[in-house]
């Protein structure tokens, strides 16, 4: 039996010999075919694992509940006024905390687009008006000074993101310095560390850099800044109308994780009652986490099809060669 089996594989070898040119270009074709299937399946396992890296970062025991814009067709106030109001409100947030007993925790928050200045020095920033918990919750760290406290609700004060910091200080500690927060001055007291921007998760969540971000109280930002922002509209620009948004966001922690889609049920229900235009969304993250797992089982069959694809074809060439 075994005098047979070396007897075969010299045979094999000699073979190999005689057509060198052929058995080159066949395990060349190997060579890059399994190759490609590693390739292919190293790449499919960093998108997925990153991808379930940026759904875990906002919490599995999360809900998130957002303000979206409604259509012109669902906003009654729009037709008939030159301000529109819509979106979560501080009552919703107060409802919500309220009313729901497997929450353990939520926090509220308001996001515009502002224009930082530090002398000649401008950039644009995300205002994130927010409370004391925001910091763990999304998981930030302080590089220096500190974050915001209660003591700071109502001043104004602001904790600056990587690099936003960056562009207004290049060279620079900027604690305790001042900045123009559109027309009014506020004291820095913190700057934020580098953190990997967040890509956007379908159509639920958009992507997020907080680097760019600039932190304030959120009761400074309904006392100084108010809830109304004026927009451009027309040719020109000529004529105004405003837009009344009270919270942009509102983060939900359930205090245990097989509550998650039931609490996310009910604050649906429940502010559907006060909402009579579609002017919020409920996102769950462990639904989006679920959904990835899925998508990457998927993918991991399609390798493996590849895979047998790919092995049946070199060993037809084996064959050919033999």
Not at 41 to 65: P, T
Request: glycine share 10%.
């Amino acid at each position: 039996m075994s005098g047979s089996f070396l007897r075969t594989f010299q045979l094999g070898l000699k073979g190999l010999a005689v057509q060198k040119m052929r058995a080159s270009l066949a395990a060349l074709g190997i060579f890059i075919g399994t190759a490609t299937v590693i390739w292919l399946v190293a790449m499919g396992e960093g998108v997925s694992y990153r991808a379930q890296q940026q759904i875990l970062e906002l919490g599995a025991k999360n809900v998130i509940v957002r303000t979206k814009k409604p259509t012109a067709s669902s906003d009654g106030n729009a037709a008939s006024s030159q301000v529109r109001r819509y979106g979560l409100t501080r009552a919703d947030f107060r409802r919500i905390t309220s009313n729901i007993p497997s929450i353990e925790s939520s926090v509220p928050m308001r996001e515009l687009q502002f224009q930082l200045r530090n002398g000649n020095l401008t950039t644009d920033s995300k205002l994130v008006g927010c409370m004391e918990e925001y910091l763990s919750l999304n998981q930030l760290e302080i590089a220096r000074g500190r974050w915001l406290t209660q003591r700071d609700r109502g001043q104004k004060v602001v904790v600056l993101g990587h690099e936003t910091t960056t562009k207004l200080f290049p060279y620079e500690n900027p604690i305790g310095k001042t900045i123009w927060v559109g027309t009014e001055y506020y004291v820095i007291i913190g700057q934020t560390k580098s953190r990997t921007a967040s890509a956007a998760i379908g159509g639920s969540l958009d992507a997020r850099d907080y680097n760019l971000d600039a932190y304030i109280p959120l009761e400074t930002m309904r006392q100084r800044i108010g809830d109304m922002v004026m927009k451009r509209v027309g040719v020109g620009g000529s004529n105004w109308y405003g837009e009344e948004v009270q919270l942009s966001q509102i983060t939900v922690k359930v205090n245990a994780i097989e509550y998650v889609n039931e609490t996310a049920s009910i604050i649906e229900t429940l502010l559907q009652r006060y909402h009579d235009q579609e002017d919020f969304a409920v996102v769950v993250p462990k639904e989006l986490l679920e959904q990835a797992e899925r998508t990457r089982a998927m993918f991991n069959i399609l390798l493996v099809v590849i895979a047998g694809i790919s092995l049946l074809v070199g060993g037809i060439g084996i064959m050919n060669i033999m």
